[in-house]
C-alpha cells in the first residue's frame, strides 16, 4: 500500500479590515515561492489589496471568499497584517500579523485574551527577530519614505492656506484612491508641490530626520533627496546630535521636523510648548513616524515620546494632520499615522513580504524554527502577565 502524501502546511491570507490598507504580508511573487516550497496557499478575495486577486490565482493560490478565515480548519495560519476586526471573540488559530498589543497598548488584554482563551497563538511580526536581535522584516523605509512625501505636502499647503486650515484628505490627491500606484507618481506630485509652493515663490524647505540612519530615516532622507531639496536643507541627525538632550533649537529653525526614532524609555523631549513659543520658529510641520503618541493605560500623551505636545493623537488618511492650538504665524500641523507605507502598497508590499520570506518558508516547521519559536514565547510571556495581573 503506497504511503500517503505528506499534509502540506495551509496559510490562509486575509483580507485587512482596517480601513484604506491596501498593502498585503504576501504578494504574488512571494506566493509563487511558497508554492514552490510545497506550501498551500489560500487567498481571500479582497477589494482594498493593491495587487488583484487575478494576480494570486495566475502563480496558483486558491482564492477564497472575503472573511472566510474564522471557519477555516485549526490547524491553518492565518496570515495577515493590520488588527483583526472585533468579531469573532474568540481566535483558536495561529496567527501571523502586527496586532499591536505587546507594548501594553490601549485595549491590549481584551486583544490578547481573545487568542489565549481559545486556544490561539499570536506570533506578532513587529517582534520577529534575527540572531542579532534586528527585525527580520519591517515597513520602516517605507514609512520614513511616505512620511517625509505627506509633510512637504503639508508644508507647501500651509504657505497657501496661512490660516491654518487643516491638509484634506489623501484621497483628495490621488485621484479618489488614498494612495499613490508607484513611487514615480509620488515623486512626480511632490516635486510639484515644492515647485509651485507660494506661487512658486517660496525656497525649498529645511528639513531635519532625528533618527537618519536607521531604516525609517533612509527612507526620509532619500524621499528628500530625490524630489530635490538640496543637501545642506537636509539636517541628517541620530543618536550622536540628541546625546546631549532637548529641547532642540535646530527643531524651530528648521521648516519641517521627520521623528523617526524607536524609544523604549523616557528621554528629555525634543521640542516641548516652551521651545514652540520662540517667536523665532519656522517649523510648521511635525511628521510624527514613530507615532507613539498615546499611553499604554490611556488616551494621554505618551511620557515616552519626546515630542510633548498636548492634545495630539494618532491621525488618519482621512485627517492627515492635527493643526496646534494657540500656534500662529505659522500655523503647525502634525502628522502622526500609524500605516504610512500603505501610500505606496505595492512597493511596501513587496519589499516587506521578500524581506519575510525566509521566515515564512520555516513554518511547516514552525515550532522548531527559532524565529517563531522566540516569537511564540513572547505570546506565552504576555498572556502570563496579562493573567498575573487579572489575578
Not at 293 to 302: C, E, I, K, P, Y
Request: overall charge negative; proline content about 7%.
Amino acid at each position: 500500500m503506497a504511503a500517503s502524501a505528506p499534509t502540506k502546511t495551509v496559510l490562509r491570507l486575509r483580507s485587512e479590515s482596517k480601513p484604506l490598507e491596501h498593502r498585503s504580508a504576501l504578494t504574488p511573487s512571494t506566493t509563487a515561492e511558497l508554492l514552490k516550497a510545497g506550501y498551500d496557499v489560500k487567498v481571500e478575495r479582497s477589494p482594498e489589496r493593491i495587487f488583484s486577486d487575478d494576480e494570486f490565482s495566475a502563480v496558483g493560490a486558491t482564492l477564497t471568499d472575503e472573511y472566510s478565515w474564522p471557519s477555516a480548519p485549526r490547524d491553518d495560519i492565518i496570515v495577515g497584517l493590520k488588527e483583526l476586526p472585533d468579531k469573532p471573540a474568540e481566535l483558536p488559530h495561529t496567527h501571523v500579523q502586527f496586532a499591536h498589543v505587546f507594548k501594553e497598548q490601549d485595549g491590549w488584554t481584551d486583544t490578547l485574551r481573545r487568542y489565549a482563551d481559545a486556544g490561539g497563538t499570536l506570533l506578532d511580526l513587529e517582534f520577529l527577530t534575527d540572531e542579532r536581535g534586528r527585525r527580520v522584516a519591517a515597513f520602516g523605509y517605507h514609512a520614513g519614505f511616505c512620511g517625509a512625501a505627506l509633510a512637504i505636502k503639508n508644508w507647501a499647503w500651509g504657505l497657501a492656506h496661512p490660516d491654518g486650515e487643516p491638509i484634506p484628505a489623501v484621497q483628495q490627491y490621488t485621484d479618489g484612491k488614498g494612495f499613490y500606484k508607484d513611487e514615480a507618481e509620488l515623486l512626480a506630485q511632490i516635486r510639484e508641490d515644492i515647485a509651485n509652493a507660494a506661487d512658486g515663490k517660496a525656497k525649498p524647505p529645511r528639513v531635519l530626520v532625528i533618527g537618519a540612519l536607521g531604516r525609517c530615516g533612509t527612507g526620509a532622507v532619500e524621499l528628500c533627496e530625490k524630489v530635490g531639496i538640496p543637501s545642506e536643507n537636509i539636517l541628517q541627525w541620530d543618536m550622536q546630535e540628541t546625546a546631549k538632550g532637548g529641547p532642540f533649537k535646530e527643531i524651530v529653525d528648521s521648516d519641517i521636523f521627520v521623528n523617526c526614532i524607536y524609544l523604549d524609555k523616557e528621554i528629555p523631549p525634543f521640542i516641548d510648548v516652551a521651545s514652540l513659543s520662540s517667536p523665532d520658529r519656522k517649523l510648521s510641520v511635525i511628521c510624527d513616524v514613530s507615532c507613539d503618541v498615546t499611553s499604554n493605560s490611556s488616551r494621554q500623551q505618551n511620557p515616552k515620546n519626546p515630542i510633548r505636545i498636548p492634545g495630539i493623537t494618532a491621525t488618519t488618511f482621512d485627517s492627515p494632520a492635527i493643526v496646534v492650538k494657540d500656534l500662529t504665524n505659522p500655523p503647525l500641523s502634525v502628522i502622526a499615522i500609524d500605516h504610512l507605507p500603505s501610500m505606496l502598497p505595492r512597493e511596501a508590499s513587496e519589499a516587506f513580504s521578500h524581506a519575510l520570506l525566509p521566515s515564512l518558508l520555516q513554518l511547516n516547521d514552525w515550532k522548531n524554527s527559532r524565529v517563531w519559536r522566540e516569537a511564540e514565547k513572547l505570546y506565552e510571556t504576555k498572556v502570563e502577565l496579562m493573567r498575573s495581573r487579572e489575578a
